[in-house]
């Protein structure tokens, strides 16, 4: 009796290709690093390094920020550093040059402190200088992002970055109410923008 024989089955998968990790980014943002060279109220900084696989790409953003409110009578300080990471989607990964139009998406969390010192006129004990600080807060929120990026020459890159950012702790129970959180904005604001000039290294992996 001829035993019986199951043909071999081939999957053939050459249309397919899978393009994994292409470069890494590197850059940090001039808007601020420029306000941080002309302005003596300010010292702020953003860095941000991010992997691309293809269509999307990881990204990790660092930057630290302080600034002081001085109205003559009344002064505002306030400092801490904050991280945002999160996915881009690349609208333009067929392109030859690797530029990107993309939106995503940011998780951003903080570290900071502030302090007020004010002054009082009392009419019996004269005028009184005061000082309200909170010594170690944080501060969570969400951001929807959206840019370009564009080569400038070989290895250096320019790019834009638009940010809407909401859901920001409110902080409603401290004697100190924080006027601004750093990496965030004004904290009386529910949502905000902000907007980055990016110079950056892309560093490829492979063409």
């Known amino acids: ?11 053939q998968v050459d249309s397919l290709k899978w393009r994994s990790f292409i470069a890494f980014n590197a850059g940090t943002d001039v808007i601020s690093a420029g306000k941080t060279l002309f302005r003596d109220d300010l010292d702020w900084l953003n860095f ?13 953003e660092y ?4 600034r002081i409110y001085d109205n003559g009578t009344d002064l505002y300080e306030t400092s801490g ?27 951003s969390f903080n ?16 005028d009184q200088q005061n000082s309200l600080e909170n010594g170690s807060l944080s501060a969570d929120w969400f951001e929807l992002v959206g840019g370009i990026r564009v080569k400038l020459f070989q290895t250096v890159w320019l790019g834009y970055t638009g940010r809407f950012k909401f859901a920001v702790d409110t902080f ?36």
């Open 111 to 126: 570290t900071f402190s502030d302090q007020l010192d004010y002054s009082l006129n009392n009419p019996f004990w004269g």
């Open 172 to 207: 409603e129970d401290l004697t100190l109410i924080p006027s601004y959180i750093p990496g965030y904005g004004r904290a009386d604001l529910r949502s905000t923008w902000e907007f980055n000039y990016w110079l950056m290294i892309r560093i490829p992996y492979r063409k």
């Open 1 to 11: 009796m001829a035993s019986a024989q199951t043909p071999a089955v081939t999957l």
């Open 48 to 60: 941000f390094v991010n992997a691309e696989f293809h269509r999307f790409a990881m990204n990790a």
């Open 81 to 107: 550093s904050y991280f945002r990471v999160g996915p881009d989607f690349n609208f333009l990964f067929k392109d030859p040059d690797h530029s990107a139009l993309f939106l995503g998406a940011r998780y």
């Open 63 to 66: 930057g630290r920020e302080k």
